[in-house]
């Protein structure tokens, strides 16, 4: 306790110099710093962990739109949302903002990982790692994908349809961890070439090695560390994102027996120009239609944003989800509707940033679309299903997940 007082009398004045001289220039955005050092992150994990982060965030955009500051994670903060803002946070050049990563990530994923890299050095692995990320690279691999999900699929479904109904919630599957599996699965066959068996599921303890072979044909001269700290991130960045966006796609379905309907048919005709047996194209692809909350960056000099400044050395937190939700953008944007998406063109620039934007949008965009789209035609064109936990919920850690890793019913189609 006189440990934690010591502390707060040592960092108080400093903190009380801090603000008193930002706030007498003027153009410092609205919203308070709270207490030194905690601020509102004790209230913003809470509202994480209580699955009400999305309305915390609302609340404060509609309080002090379209900017304000706080204090998250023991840094001045400033919140921002919206077109101009996306616009600001991916566009600007990298002597002005840069990306910001928490401790535990550079020491997790390495401090040469994409994440924590700057100018020519983020181009340069950038480009190495784009080599075999862009769309050509990936098109040779879309009938290996599509062979791995059906083996997947199979594999952990057999039998799971004959249990009796008291059984069903044990024993049936959830597409969460099913969905994970698959995405380090498939990884694991395209980066390292390594196919199911002993040998990939002793994959971690000779993960280095793999590596090494994997980046080998790399003509960009990148070196060890970042070899190994962005195959890592790449395991990390390609895991969960691609898995929950399955598991909820799965989810909406079932809910929505029109777009269920719809995605049915359009699978359903690229079915019927196939083979049994046959597998997936990029150009069956091209007949289809195409999760994460924001991220961090930092102030590198006093940027001027409309009647504010973004002090110099601040966190800035970009957070998409509130303006996905924005209906003056997307009307009814809770509705679940993949049409909108037919007309790109009708959707302003810097308004839908799932993947981010500018020189650090996602690499793994293609690869993601992919194995994306030919898991929902597997098991569209495949299975029914039922979910068997009828809630809507879905809870963040910090990435969405919902309920109960939503366990189904899964009963196969008979195929003509
Ligand atoms: C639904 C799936 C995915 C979503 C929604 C997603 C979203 C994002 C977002 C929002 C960013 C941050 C962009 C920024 O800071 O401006 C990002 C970065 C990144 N993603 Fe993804 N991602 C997905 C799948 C993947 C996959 C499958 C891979 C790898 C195969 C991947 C690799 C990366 C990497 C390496 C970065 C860092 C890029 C950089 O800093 O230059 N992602 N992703």
């Given at each position: 306790?006189?440990?934690?007082?010591?502390?707060?009398?040592?960092?108080?004045?400093?903190?009380?110099?801090?603000?008193?001289?930002?706030?007498?220039?003027?153009?410092?955005?609205?919203?308070s710093?709270?207490?030194?050092?905690?601020?509102?992150?004790?209230?913003?994990?809470?509202?994480?962990?209580?699955?009400t982060?999305?309305?915390?965030?609302?609340?404060?955009?509609?309080?002090?739109?379209?900017?304000?500051?706080?204090?998250?994670?023991?840094?001045?903060?400033?919140?921002?949302?919206?077109?101009?803002?996306?616009k600001?946070?991916?566009?600007?050049?990298?002597?002005?903002?840069?990306?910001?990563?928490?401790?535990?990530?550079?020491?997790?994923?390495?401090?040469?990982?994409?994440?924590?890299?700057?100018?020519?050095?983020?181009?340069?692995?950038?480009?190495?790692?784009?080599?075999?990320?862009?769309?050509?690279?990936?098109?040779?691999?879309?009938?290996?994908?599509d062979?791995?999900?059906?083996q997947?699929?199979?594999?952990?479904?057999?039998?799971?349809?004959?249990?009796?109904?008291?059984?069903?919630?044990?024993?049936?599957p959830?597409?969460?961890?099913?969905?994970?599996?698959?995405?380090?699965?498939?990884?694991?066959?395209?980066?390292?070439?390594?196919?199911?068996?002993?040998?990939?599921?002793?994959?971690?303890?000779?993960?280095?090695?793999?590596?090494?072979?994997?980046?080998?044909?790399?003509?960009?001269?990148?070196?060890?560390?970042?070899?190994?700290?962005?195959?890592?991130?790449?395991?990390?960045?390609?895991?969960?994102?691609?898995?929950?966006?399955?598991?909820?796609?799965?989810?909406?379905?079932?809910?929505?027996?029109?777009?269920?309907?719809?995605?049915?048919?359009?699978?359903e005709?690229?079915?019927?120009?196939?083979?049994?047996?046959?597998?997936?194209?990029?150009?069956?692809?091209?007949?289809?239609?195409?999760?994460?909350?924001?991220?961090?960056?930092?102030?590198?000099?006093?940027?001027?944003?409309?009647?504010?400044?973004?002090?110099?050395?601040?966190?800035?937190?970009?957070?998409?989800?509130?303006?996905?939700?924005?209906?003056?953008?997307?009307?009814?944007?809770?509705?679940?509707?993949?049409?909108?998406?037919?007309?790109?063109?009708?959707?302003?620039?810097?308004?839908?940033?799932?993947?981010?934007?500018?020189?650090?949008?996602?690499?793994?965009?293609?690869?993601?679309?992919?194995?994306?789209?030919?898991?929902?035609?597997?098991?569209?064109?495949?299975?029914?299903?039922?979910?068997?936990?009828?809630?809507?919920?879905?809870?963040?850690?910090?990435?969405?997940f919902?309920?109960?890793?939503?366990?189904?019913?899964?009963?196969?189609?008979?195929?003509?």
């Amino acid at each position: 306790m006189i440990a934690l007082l010591i502390i707060f009398l040592l960092v108080f004045p400093i903190f009380l110099l801090l603000t008193r001289r930002r706030s007498s220039a003027k153009g410092l955005p609205p919203g308070s710093l709270g207490i030194p050092i905690i601020g509102q992150s004790l209230a913003f994990l809470h509202a994480i962990r209580s699955n009400t982060a999305e309305q915390w965030l609302e609340l404060r955009a509609r309080k002090y739109d379209p900017i304000s500051k706080l204090n998250l994670f023991g840094k001045p903060t400033i919140f921002i949302h919206g077109q101009a803002a996306n616009k600001l946070v991916f566009s600007s050049d990298s002597n002005s903002i840069s990306n910001q990563q928490t401790q535990a990530i550079t020491l997790i994923l390495g401090d040469r990982s994409l994440l924590n890299l700057t100018g020519q050095d983020h181009r340069r692995v950038r480009d190495a790692l784009l080599s075999f990320l862009k769309p050509e690279s990936l098109k040779k691999y879309v009938g290996k994908i599509d062979g791995e999900i059906r083996q997947h699929i199979e594999f952990h479904r057999q039998g799971k349809e004959q249990v009796t109904v008291m059984l069903v919630a044990l024993c049936f599957p959830k597409v969460l961890p099913l969905m994970k599996t698959l995405t380090f699965n498939i990884i694991c066959s395209f980066l390292f070439g390594l196919e199911r068996g002993k040998q990939r599921d002793q994959f971690l303890g000779g993960l280095q090695d793999m590596i090494k072979g994997a980046w080998a044909e790399n003509e960009v001269l990148i070196s060890d560390d970042e070899i190994v700290h962005n195959v890592m991130l790449v395991m990390v960045a390609g895991h969960d994102t691609s898995a929950i966006l399955i598991t909820f796609l799965m989810r909406l379905f079932a809910n929505d027996p029109a777009v269920y309907a719809a995605v049915l048919q359009e699978q359903e005709e690229i079915a019927k120009g196939k083979q049994r047996g046959e597998f997936l194209t990029w150009e069956d692809l091209a007949k289809m239609f195409p999760p994460i909350f924001g991220g961090f960056r930092k102030a590198l000099k006093d940027i001027e944003y409309g009647r504010y400044v973004i002090p110099e050395g601040w966190q800035i937190f970009w957070v998409a989800s509130v303006t996905h939700m924005d209906d003056t953008i997307f009307p009814e944007p809770s509705k679940f509707d993949p049409s909108i998406f037919e007309n790109q063109a009708s959707i302003p620039p810097y308004c839908y940033v799932p993947f981010g934007a500018g020189p650090r949008i996602c690499p793994g965009y293609e690869f993601a679309r992919i194995e994306t789209l030919v898991a929902i035609h597997y098991i569209i064109t495949h299975f029914k299903w039922k979910l068997l936990c009828s809630d809507n919920f879905f809870s963040r850690n910090p990435t969405s997940f919902p309920s109960k890793g939503l366990p189904v019913q899964i009963t196969p189609k008979k195929i003509l």
